[in-house]
């Protein structure tokens, strides 16, 4: 099933021309890694990709609908992991993670809020104000929240950023269970070697466009 | 309910985080006990005068106070890119001002609730017998100033300069409901009888119904840019 259809994405800003014509298709169980160098506009093409950017041209198709028309469905069927850590800081953990559920309109019991913090490390700061945890912890709650809203899509804008080598793996292990449960994954990165551990597909972002390159070249391509 | 649930959490997220940090509580507070500590020294001296002008300047202090805690509403979602979750959550705007709009009216009122007292205390007011219609229009105007307040509190939030561009736009438009609440505090304190003043509440009704349905629709378009 196709999960996420981008087709001819144009993105001017102010003048510029940060995409052109970029088209994407993801089935279910991809996990595609966006390369590219800083400023090519990855994270652009992953917020036009999100509904939180509107692009200048071109359509965005999540699970088959278009996200113009049927914004609220298309925002049901995806999870985003921004630069952002989407966290209140004022906010407790837990509160944090009931705050962001019931914005989808999920209200999961105590049990499974306390399963998911558990299952990123962070159980034991369930009570503690989300100010007071490190960004990679930061990211962990992030995670929590997207192991709990189970999209049909999840857009990883860097996530291995701020991670220690646990943490990365842990991010892994949870995109794997994820394409597993047929949910397809696109992920922005320059870690290379971390991102080729579960990612099925990849794509360099350069010069305004995606070119798809196989996993094996990856190591060796030049951008 | 959906629906009811959302605007119930939108409310409990934002009381909650007020109550711990108490940027707005404490900014529209002390900005408003300023307001009457001046006043209470220029007018001390002429009772007459000071009746006349109390209307006036409790909405003064009101109306001020609310654009400092107001422009800051929507500027604690911008930490940490909250505003973008809230954008692509998958629940409709309206219901997201709605939420805003009560957290802050909620605000606004217990702001309110302290400063009357101050206003009675500095000024020797005797409002005691009218303050059941007094209170009916702090209400009604508050409802208005808060309405008004959270549409251009998001409609502002990611401009450059809206610190200027806030006020700009809310003052003018909030003309309607200082012109109303006054006329009908005027009413009130006087101990004139209510029909003498229903227009002004009828006014600040209006006016109040307006803009919460037309901002409920109109969020979608603000919060998606």
Redesign the interface.
């Known amino acids: 099933m196709i999960t996420l259809r981008g087709y001819k994405l144009t993105h001017i800003y102010r003048y510029h021309k940060v995409l052109s014509d970029v088209s994407l298709e993801l089935q279910s169980g991809d996990c595609f890694a966006l390369f590219g160098p800083n400023g090519a506009g990855k994270t652009t093409l992953i917020k036009i990709l999100?509904?939180?950017l509107?692009p200048t041209g071109g359509s965005v198709e999540i699970m088959g609908k278009d996200s113009r028309d049927h914004?609220?469905?298309a925002?049901?069927d995806?999870f985003?992991m921004?630069?952002?850590?989407?966290?209140?800081?004022?906010?407790t953990v837990l509160?944090n993670m009931?705050?962001?559920m019931?914005?989808?309109?999920l209200?999961p019991p105590y049990s499974m809020l306390r399963n998911a913090l558990d299952r990123v490390g962070i159980g034991p700061f369930t009570l503690q104000?989300s100010r007071y945890l490190s960004t990679g912890m930061q990211k962990r709650l992030a995670l929590a929240k997207a192991l709990l809203a189970q999209p049909n899509l999840l857009l990883l804008d860097e996530p291995y950023v701020a991670l220690d080598e646990k943490g990365m793996q842990m991010m892994n292990d949870c995109i794997r269970e994820f394409l597993d449960k047929g949910a397809s994954v696109l992920m922005s990165s320059h870690d290379r070697a971390k991102a080729a551990e579960v990612s099925t597909r990849a794509g360099i972002l350069q010069n305004k466009g995606l070119k798809e390159v196989p996993l094996k070249e990856l190591a060796n391509a030049l951008f | 309910m959906p629906f009811f649930n959302l605007i119930k959490w939108i409310v409990w997220k934002d009381i909650l985080c007020e109550m711990r940090n108490r940027e707005n509580i404490a900014s529209i507070f002390f900005f408003a006990l300023n307001l009457i500590f001046i006043f209470s020294f220029s007018f001390a001296m002429d009772r007459n005068m000071t009746e006349a002008m109390m209307p006036g300047l409790i909405w003064v202090a009101f109306g001020f106070a609310s654009i400092l805690g107001l422009g800051k509403s929507f500027l604690a979602e911008t930490y940490n890119d909250c505003l973008a979750y809230l954008q692509i959550s998958p629940a409709h705007k309206g219901t997201i001002y709605l939420g805003k709009f009560l957290g802050n009216l909620l605000i606004m009122v217990a702001v309110e609730l302290v400063l009357i007292p101050l206003f009675i205390i500095f000024f020797n007011l005797d409002i005691l017998n009218k303050l059941p219609s007094f209170s009916l229009i702090l209400i009604i105007a508050t409802i208005g100033i808060c309405a008004v307040g959270t549409l251009f509190s998001a409609l502002t939030v990611q401009t450059r300069a809206r610190e200027v561009l806030f006020p700009l736009l809310l003052l003018p438009l909030e003309a309607p409901i200082f012109i109303g609440a006054v006329e009908a505090t005027r009413g009130a304190f006087h101990g004139d009888p209510i029909a003498l003043y229903r227009h002004w509440i009828e006014l600040l009704v209006v006016f109040d119904l307006v803009f919460i349905i037309a901002s409920y629709w109109l969020f979608e378009f603000i919060l998606d840019g």
């Open positions: 999100s509904t939180l509107r914004r609220i469905e925002r049901r995806l985003l921004g630069h952002g850590t989407f966290h209140y800081d004022d906010l509160e009931e705050f962001a019931a914005l989808r309109g209200s104000k």
